[in-house]
């Protein structure tokens, strides 16, 4: 896989992670005002509240979280890695705030972090890429 593919995957994957984050929370909103019902000084679940099922797809959203926490995981170590390979400071900031930094920045908020406009973070962030295909091709591992 080109590198540019593979620092593209990782961004996809900690978008979906947000997005799944979202339905667990939602769905664990959900269950706050709907899962007790009050009858007097009884508190009970109603027979047809679907709070287990609620539960259940909370449950599941959590265990794909975490398998997707863990691949995002190692995908990262490998993706700093190759970062590593790179001598320009400016090139591995570039792909590290647009790629791997977890607040999921636009290509001009890295260009407002590093002090450039935005094309000029494009440029850094091209020349970086072409650099990582170029040591990927002569036989270096990423």
Excluded: C
Excluded at 16 to 35: F, G, M, N, R
């Amino acid at each position: 896989m080109k590198a540019r593919e593979y620092f593209k995957q990782i961004k996809r994957e900690q978008i979906e992670i947000v997005q799944l984050q979202e339905k667990i929370d939602t769905a664990e909103a959900s269950l706050l005002p709907k899962a007790i019902r009050y009858d007097l000084d009884k508190v009970q679940t109603s027979p047809e509240d679907p709070m287990y099922d609620v539960l259940a797809e909370v449950e599941e959203y959590k265990k794909e979280m975490l398998k997707r926490l863990h691949r995002l995981i190692l995908r990262r170590i490998k993706a700093i890695r190759m970062l590593d390979q790179l001598s320009d400071t400016r090139q591995r900031q570039a792909l590290f705030l647009y790629y791997l930094d977890p607040s999921l920045l636009t290509m001009e908020q890295v260009g407002e972090k590093m002090i450039y406009s935005e094309r000029e973070a494009w440029r850094i962030h091209d020349a970086a890429m072409a650099k990582l295909e170029k040591l990927s091709v002569n036989g270096r591992q990423h």
